[in-house]
């Protein structure tokens, strides 16, 4: 009875081709309460997003067939509201001001730590950790 009170697991979308980085991410996001999704190429992250509710979007620049970048038109063509957080080892201000005219909220350079990715993520998630 009580398990209706608590609140819903956010859903983050987990973006990246490489398996390991989704991994770990997705390991990291459950242990914060979250519900991690995968998706291991951008196609895949926008058939999810045709079918499901998601919280925030977490999408890797550098992908084979659909790159980051095409991946996050169509995100934002379809949700023009939900938050999307780029990755990339190739950050610079000139990539971060280009995501951010396709519509990218954040952005997080890789490697990336637990404390790097809180900072990030959580302010897109405020009832995750209230």
């Given at each position: 009875?009580?398990?209706?009170?608590?609140?819903?697991?956010?859903?983050?979308?987990?973006?990246?081709?490489?398996?390991?980085?989704?991994?770990?991410?997705?390991?990291?996001l459950a242990s914060w309460n979250c519900l991690p999704i995968?998706?291991?190429?951008?196609?895949?992250?926008?058939?999810?997003?045709?079918?499901?509710?998601?919280?925030?979007?977490?999408?890797?620049?550098?992908?084979?067939?659909?790159?980051?970048?095409?991946?996050?038109?169509?995100?934002?063509?379809?949700?023009?509201?939900?938050?999307v957080i780029m990755m990339s080892a190739l950050i610079t201000?000139?990539?971060?001001?280009?995501?951010?005219?396709?519509?990218?909220?954040?952005?997080v350079a890789k490697p990336m730590n637990r404390e790097r990715?809180?900072?990030?993520?959580?302010?897109?998630?405020?009832?995750?950790?209230?």
């Open positions: 009875m009580a398990s209706r009170f608590l609140k819903p697991k956010r859903r983050i979308l987990v973006v990246d081709d490489d398996v390991d980085i989704r991994e770990f991410l997705c390991d990291l995968p998706a291991a190429s951008g196609c895949e992250a926008i058939r999810i997003l045709q079918q499901r509710s998601i919280d925030v979007v977490m999408l890797d620049l550098a992908m084979p067939i659909m790159d980051g970048a095409e991946t996050l038109r169509e995100i934002k063509r379809l949700a023009p509201d939900l938050p201000s000139e990539l971060w001001r280009y995501f951010s005219e396709l519509g990218a909220q954040s952005c990715l809180a900072a990030t993520l959580l302010p897109y998630l405020p009832e995750a950790h209230a």
